[in-house]
T-cell receptor, first 110, second 117 residues
């Protein structure tokens, strides 16, 4: 069963705009990770945030984690056409047994 | 490029047949996990192998089985294939320390697209 839920399920924005995706989960976690998937291929790891961290940055990506609300957000700034993909959050409690949400389909329009 | 490779990339099988999918993990990683991703869904955890032993299993029947070899590569075997087994099968490798205390990110391969007809 899915632990997390991403919101929105689909997002369409113009190139150069910022994209924000949210993830909620149900049980306590050790880590939360965000992945990107292009056209049903493999998952590309974007960022890992541990339960004792509140915010992490990687290039144009910013991830926040609020364990009291059991939620996380992924912000992509200055979006590009190449950012078009599905984005998944995945939680794990121990040893990388990941539980994924349903994903957000992001479309960047030129 | 994650260093995790899966083979084959695509496969078509007939209902009732058996299939073996392969995964070679990233150098230095000791754990391989397998996931099933149906179309339009998020990946679902099948099972994990840690140091050649099964280390946790998701809600999948026993006809899904696996192996991990001394070089940490892995196989996923599915017997008596059903139409609903059609999916993208993903493996992920990671480094897990003793007591689960040191966990790296999980890196995924490109997946095997299995179609059961």
């Amino acid at each position: 069963s899915q632990q997390g839920e991403e919101d929105p399920q689909a997002l369409s924005i113009q190139e150069g705009e910022n994209a924000t995706m949210n993830c909620s989960y149900k049980t306590s976690i050790n880590n939360l990770q965000w992945y990107r998937q292009n056209s049903g291929r493999g998952l590309v790891h974007l960022i890992l945030i541990r339960s004792n961290e509140r915010e992490k940055h990687s290039g144009r990506l910013r991830v926040t984690l609020d364990t009291s609300k059991k939620s996380s957000s992924l912000l992509i700034t200055a979006s590009r056409a190449a950012d078009t993909a599905s984005y998944f959050c995945a939680t794990d409690k121990w040893a990388q047994k990941l539980v994924f949400g349903q994903g957000t389909r992001l479309t960047i329009n030129p | 490029e994650t260093g995790v490779t899966q083979s084959p990339t695509h496969l078509i099988k007939t209902r009732g047949q058996q299939v073996t999918l392969r995964c070679s993990s990233q150098s230095g990683h000791n754990t391989v996990s397998w996931y099933q991703q149906a179309l339009g869904q998020g990946p679902q955890f099948i099972f994990q192998y840690y140091r050649e032993e099964e280390n946790g299993r998701g809600n999948f029947p026993p006809r899904f089985s696996g192996l991990q070899f001394p070089n940490y590569s892995s196989e996923l075997n599915v017997n008596a294939l059903e139409l609903d087994d059609s999916a993208l099968y993903l493996c992920a490798s990671s480094l897990v320390g003793g007591w689960g205390g040191i966990n790296t990110e999980a890196f995924f391969g490109q997946g095997t697209r299995l179609t059961v007809v």
